[in-house]
């Protein structure tokens, strides 16, 4: 016992209490360009940054002596060097990195809560890149996640490894986080994409499978971190310009405008940063015709972010707000539902009952987060945040509204009682309502706590944690959940690693989901607030090679999940005649699969390919019945293929996704069961001087117009091409 | 790499994706057919459905549970001519008819039945008198099923089965 206290007071005995001083300097390529978002750290302490535009870092409160520090980027070879430090001094080390495409991601955020410079997850992680983001010339986050292995983005919604298939808006199982902070919305459970202007984003962090043991509901089958931009130092601006065509239909008979729709918008962002605070305002604005009949988007955005550091304190906050009037082509124009120039259907119509119908939508977040570094052993960090959303669905039979609040507190220690040991503890709280007049009004609260060790024992790395949260709907009574994690990392000789982990999952229903009241196909749907939370344990086995036969890197992992109580819509004969549709926990489920990526640099600098593939077996049982069948809306195979060259100030690429068509979907028999493979090519290109403030990129998105759907009676993006200018300064 | 590429292309090249379906496709199976329209559209009309049964309804809960498809798509009635196709699974259908529906939310209860109203049914063409059978062979579709609709004479289902008191 004593010793357990001596070790506390150790670990978080204050930093005033040693020597220290501050490691700064620059993060640069071979040809002296400034690489931003470059990780620097000292390994095995709590400190850690990132460099800014400029390249520059600054790592304060760094105690005196020999001082290990490490550097690293993606698509960079990393560098581990060992400096004097002078209590009270400043020493300058200058980083030069070395492109290395096969290079692993250096930082892992997602997995564990704190950052891991160059130590690999005990369970599957993708990233998109700063770069992959500008590459791909995306407006929104999401459209940059389907180029991920095991991710395939239905309609809006993420499916990571098969676990949300298509949920018709009413919840996600997967999380979003942007820098920790939960934003998923607090009635429906969906995701907003489009909150956060691509310009704010550094990278997105995809944690495949279950995530509960670290973030709790809603982490069923992953957790998507975005991490944002720093402010750097400086006074820098910036401008992005797109303009665009959408193709037109590749039929005659489809044709249904004379013109071609276009598309275009413009976002800026002005910051000024010091050592000490720095701030950025960011705004933006969107227009597009939609590339079907009743399809226009306008789209507005601004935001706001600061920091402020004051010795080993950091205080970030940052808000946004996004406005979206968007018309709504609820499903294709169906035979006698528009003027159907004799065809069964007109993917590029809607249903002329549903003319005029629109969706006003009102989204705003507002975080702040203190990290205090106690020692380079200690460290907490406190946060508290606000997501609003607010709809209003203006259709010819009825309009309706909801207005969803989810508000969140939460603190979390970080301690290294020694460079070998990590231990995080945590606890959240979660209060979240909702007013709308098909979800009622109603309010649900959420209390979690949550812990995780990390050893590392020689070649190994061992984790296992736990959380418990506890769930009240409308003040009533407590459920609770417990979702442990255990998981583990093996580095084997020639750079290979191998990883396992076996955690639970869970997803409490969302407010819409126990209390939603309308009609659908003709049917009410009514509510069930009796709805218990979906459960699932889930289990991978994964393996790392790199380098493999010098010019590739693998990687590749077995996964399992077994779910049960996942929700679905039920059909319910009500003697003596009445038919109505709930939801109810009635399936069991069971996703196994296999998913690879190997990316391979046969001409250094110049061309890196890429190649995803994920096999998914799904089963599928209704309480009470035997049959089995495959889970709705999740094809058996994802293939992707990507290749960039680049020669100079010029660079090229493509890439390739395919889904198989999905054998099942829900409701069949009452909707259009049409559906057909994935395949679809994208070609881009890039010019960018080096050094230069320009850069201008082309994407021409689905280049062969292959016309299909993901979700029933909703035609998928068809050709666009787009042309983007950013300027930065 | 280059096979990889032309493992791509060889993908992209064989997937053709959705493509137009005109009414009577190669690829329905099931039944398809024109409705010609006759007599004053009512007011109140919300849509005109083609429904098939594999025997003929004696009450009204066979009328209502045993329509194929559940849920059917409409017909445009503004024309007085208007091609029709249904899906339907292979077998022989003893009662093709043309529904007209009013507004109002169907129930599958036998309580749809004051919303909907017989339109027009297919007729034997050697006996016109009576109701013809359209047999649906296995994957493919039977055309010309042709027969009237009129707006002038709608007959309530009670006409056709036995409704007992809801």
Redo the contacts between chains.
């Keep these: 016992m004593h010793r357990a206290i001596a070790t506390l007071l150790l670990v978080v005995a204050p930093l005033r209490a040693a020597a220290q001083g501050i490691v700064r300097g620059t993060v640069r390529d071979k040809d002296g360009a400034p690489i931003s978002s470059a990780s620097i750290a000292i390994p095995g302490t709590t400190l850690s940054t990132r460099s800014d535009l400029q390249g520059a870092y600054r790592l304060a409160v760094v105690p005196a002596g020999r001082v290990r520090v490490y550097a690293a980027a993606l698509g960079y070879g990393p560098i581990d060097t060992t400096v004097a430090l002078t209590g009270g001094d400043s020493t300058i080390v200058d980083f030069i990195l070395s492109p290395a495409p096969l290079a692993l991601p250096p930082v892992d955020v997602v997995s564990d809560r704190v950052p891991h410079f160059g130590d690999r997850p005990a369970t599957s992680v993708g990233q998109v890149t700063e770069r992959e983001l500008g590459r791909r010339a995306v407006n929104t986050v999401d459209e940059a996640l389907e180029h991920v292995a095991g991710v395939q983005m239905v309609n809006g919604q993420t499916n990571v490894r098969g676990s949300t298939g298509y949920v018709q808006g009413l919840n996600s199982r997967v999380l979003m986080t942007v820098d920790g902070v939960p934003m998923n919305q607090g009635d429906r459970g969906g995701i907003n994409w489009d909150l956060l202007a691509l310009d704010e984003i550094e990278s997105v962090q995809i944690l495949k499978g279950a995530g509960s043991s670290l973030y709790g509901s809603a982490a069923f089958g992953g957790v998507i971190n975005v991490t944002t931009r720093d402010v750097p130092t400086g006074f820098h601006t910036g401008l992005r310009l797109t303009g665009g065509v959408y193709g037109d239909p590749p039929h005659p008979v489809w044709r249904f405008r004379d013109n071609p729709g276009m598309l275009g918008g413009a976002d800026f962002s002005a910051s000024y940063g010091t050592d000490v605070f720095g701030g950025r305002i960011s705004g933006g604005d969107r227009h597009s015709d939609g590339y079907r009949q009743q399809d226009q988007d306008d789209h507005l955005h601004f935001g706001a972010r600061g920091r402020w550091q004051h010795a080993n304190t950091r205080v970030d906050f940052s808000g946004a707000w996004a406005a979206d009037r968007y018309d709504v082509p609820l499903s294709w124009c169906s035979r006698g539902e528009c003027d159907d120039k004799g065809q069964v259907f007109q993917p590029f119509k809607v249903d002329t009952t549903e003319r005029g119908a629109r969706t006003d939508s009102r989204k705003a977040f507002l975080m702040a987060r203190v990290r205090t570094t106690v020692s380079p052993r200690f460290a907490w960090t406190a946060r508290g945040s606000w997501l609003r959303t607010h709809f209003v669905d203006v259709r010819r039979s009825a309009t309706e509204f909801g207005i969803g609040d989810r508000f969140g507190v939460a603190g979390q220690i970080e301690a290294h009682p020694d460079p070998a040991r990590t231990v995080i503890v945590g606890t959240e709280a979660t209060y979240s309502t909702v007013t709308s007049d098909i979800f009622g009004s109603h309010s649900q609260s959420e209390f979690a706590a949550y812990g995780q060790s990390e050893q590392r024992l020689g070649p190994a790395r061992v984790s296992g944690g736990a959380r418990v949260d506890f769930l009240a709907i409308d003040g009533g009574s407590l459920t609770a959940v417990v979702s442990p994690r255990v998981g583990a990392t093996l580095n084997g000789a020639g750079g290979a690693t191998w990883r396992a982990s076996i955690g639970r999952g869970f997803r409490s229903p969302t407010m819409a989901e126990r209390f939603v009241h309308t009609t659908a196909l003709g049917f009410d749907v009514v509510p069930n607030p009796t709805l218990l939370p979906e459960v699932s344990w889930s289990f991978e086995i994964g393996h790392t090679t790199a380098p493999l036969f010098r010019f590739m890197r693998l990687d590749a992992a077995l996964f399992w999940t077994e779910a049960r109580d996942l929700i679905e819509p039920q059909v319910l004969l009500i003697p003596p005649d009445t038919v109505k549709i709930q939801l109810q926990n009635v399936v069991r489920a069971r996703i196994a699969g296999f998913d690879a990526s190997l990316i391979a640099a046969p001409i250094p600098d110049r061309l890196v390919a890429t190649l995803g593939y994920t096999f998914l077996d799904t089963r599928r049982r209704l309480a009470g019945d035997s049959t089995e069948g495959p889970l709705a809306f999740r094809p058996r195979h994802l293939l992707l293929v990507g290749a960039d060259y680049t020669l100079g100030t010029l660079g090229v690429g493509a890439d390739f996704r395919f889904a198989s068509r999905p054998e099942r979907i829900e409701l069949e028999g009452f909707v259009d069961p049409r559906r057909v493979p994935v395949r679809v090519l994208d070609l881009r290109a890039a010019w960018k001087p080096s050094n230069g403030p320009v850069e201008v990129r082309l994407l021409a998105a689905n280049v062969l117009n292959y016309i299909y759907n993901l979700v029933p009676e909703t035609l998928a993006p068809v050709r666009t091409v787009a042309l983007t200018a950013v300027w930065t300064h | ?1 280059r096979k ?2 032309l ?2 292309a060889v ?2 090249a ?10 009577c ?1 190669r690829s ?1 199976v099931g039944l398809c057919g024109t409705v010609r329209f006759r007599g004053a559209v009512p007011a109140n009309t919300e ?2 459905f083609i429904a098939a049964y594999l025997a003929v309804p004696q009450t009204c809960t066979e009328l209502i549970n045993n329509r194929r ?3 059917p ?5 503004t024309d007085s001519l ?4 249904v899906p339907l699974d292979p077998g022989a259908y003893h009662w093709v008819l043309a529904v007209w529906k009013k507004p109002g ?7 749809d039945t004051q919303y909907l109203r017989v339109a027009g049914y297919y007729r034997d063409p050697a006996d016109s008198t009576q109701r013809g059978v359209a047999t649906v062979p296995s994957g493919s579709a039977v055309s010309n099923i042709d027969f009237v609709v009129n707006f002038d004479s709608l007959r309530p289902a009670t006409d056709f089965v036995t409704c007992t008191a ?1």
């Design positions: 790499m990889i590429l493992l791509v993908v992209a064989c997937g053709r994706g959705l493509e137009p379906e005109p009414i496709a329905l849509n005109v498809p559940v849920i798509g409409s017909v445009p009635f208007a091609a029709y196709s939310t169907l129930t599958l209860s036998p309580a809801q």
